[in-house]
Each structure stands twice: as structure tokens, then as C-alpha cells.
T-cell receptor
């Protein structure tokens, strides 16, 4: 089974901190994605990557950046965490043109 | 207008009943369609793809109407284990060949014993 692992299940950070969310997949997938999920808003795409060192902005990239130095790892960075970034963050991966996305179990981030 | 719209529910349905969910999408360039299932505090998981000809997987039937930009999911003989949030998902391919999934906000279903 494809596995997508997110480094933390729960995280509490202070406003202004730099936050790193890590995601690792073990099936050699080219595509990786970061979403956030909020009640009433559903999943919204933050950033995605189709190859190593390559990144594209999603629908809500403001306040975030990403890094993909290795194929299996896709990191989401909150440069200066704010309370409105309190959310569930979900990482996903897939092969090109294969419909299924496999999601990690999510990181629930609280910014205080 | 949201790109993918769903009735948020909740749908509270007795065990054994049939329940149907609907979804509409706004971008006619959308190419592939899916239903995902998300259990409480868990990640979304692919339930089934949706094809124009309609497709069935056990008690689940999915339909797509491209002309009306409408997708449906039917669950027959509902079980307690069907309680979850069902996400309507649409995929489009950009001019650069990149794919992108857009998720609806989900319809919450509770099966009542």
C-alpha cells in the first residue's frame, strides 16, 4: 500500500513562529500536494509539485512556501505563523494521470 | 460561485434505506470526477470514480451528466459503517499538462440504527 506520512498529528505553535510541516511518501510518486481543510470551506489547495525542485501555487498560497528537494519529501513552511492558519493540513501524492490521490493522516495545527 | 457545490447535509437516514447525494461543478473543462469518503478526524479516501455511462460498486452507484454538469452518488441498503462525509471531487488538466483536483465541501451522512 502507498503510504503518505505526515510528521506530526497535532502541533501547537505561537504567532510569529516559523513552522515546518513534513510529508514523506514511499511509492515514488511524482505529484505531491498540500491542502488545508476548514469547516464549511472544504479542502483548499495551497501548493503542489510535479517534480523535484518544482512547485506551483494552488488556490491559497499566501503565507506559505514549500520545498521539494527530494522526490519523496514535500515540506510546507509557514514563514510567520498566524492564528488564521490554525487548520487541518493534509498532504497527498499521486502518479501522473492516475486518478487516485493518497492522503496522509493530517496535521492539526493550532497557532496561539 | 464555488467550483464544486454540494449540499452539506446532514443527512440522517435509517439503516437499510437508500440515500442519494448530488453535486454540481462549474468548470465545463473538468475531465474526471470522483467521490471520496472521509471519516471523522481521518483523511479522505477514494470511494469511486464517476463515468458518463454510470458505474456501480456493490451498493454504490455513481452517475455523471456532463450536459448539466451534475454528479450523483446513490447508496442502497445503507449500513451503519456508511456514516461519513462524502466529498465530490473534480479533476482538470491545465494547458501545461498538470492535473488538479478540486474538492466539494462534503455531504455529511449519518446512518441511524
Amino acid at each position: 500500500d502507498v503510504k503518505v506520512t505526515q510528521s506530526s498529528r497535532y502541533l501547537v505553535k505561537r504567532t510569529g513562529e516559523k513552522v515546518f510541516l513534513e510529508c514523506v511518501q514511499d511509492m515514488d510518486h511524482e505529484n505531491m500536494f498540500w491542502y488545508r481543510q476548514d469547516p464549511g470551506l472544504g479542502l483548499r489547495l495551497i501548493y503542489f509539485s510535479y517534480d523535484v525542485k518544482m512547485k506551483e501555487k494552488g488556490d491559497i498560497p499566501e503565507g506559505y512556501s514549500v520545498s521539494r528537494e527530494k522526490k519523496e519529501r514535500f515540506s510546507l513552511i509557514l514563514e510567520s505563523a498566524s492564528t488564521n492558519q490554525t487548520s487541518m493540513y493534509l498532504c497527498a501524492s499521486s502518479l501522473p494521470s492516475v486518478y487516485g490521490y493518497t492522503f496522509g493522516s493530517g496535521t492539526r495545527l493550532t497557532v496561539v | 460561485r464555488k467550483e464544486v457545490e454540494q449540499d452539506p447535509g446532514p443527512f440522517n437516514v435509517p439503516e437499510g434505506a437508500t440515500v442519494a447525494f448530488n453535486c454540481t461543478y462549474s468548470n465545463s473543462a473538468s475531465q474526471s470526477f470522483f467521490w471520496y469518503r472521509q471519516d471523522c478526524r481521518k483523511e479522505p479516501k477514494l470511494l469511486m470514480s464517476v463515468y458518463s455511462s454510470g458505474n456501480e460498486d456493490g451498493r454504490f452507484t455513481a452517475q455523471l451528466n456532463r450536459a448539466s454538469q451534475y454528479i450523483s452518488l446513490l447508496i442502497r441498503d445503507s449500513k451503519l459503517s456508511d456514516s461519513a462525509t462524502y466529498l465530490c471531487v473534480v479533476k482538470k488538466i491545465s494547458n501545461f499538462g498538470n492535473e488538479k483536483l478540486t474538492f466539494g465541501t462534503g455531504t455529511r451522512l449519518t446512518i441511524i440504527p
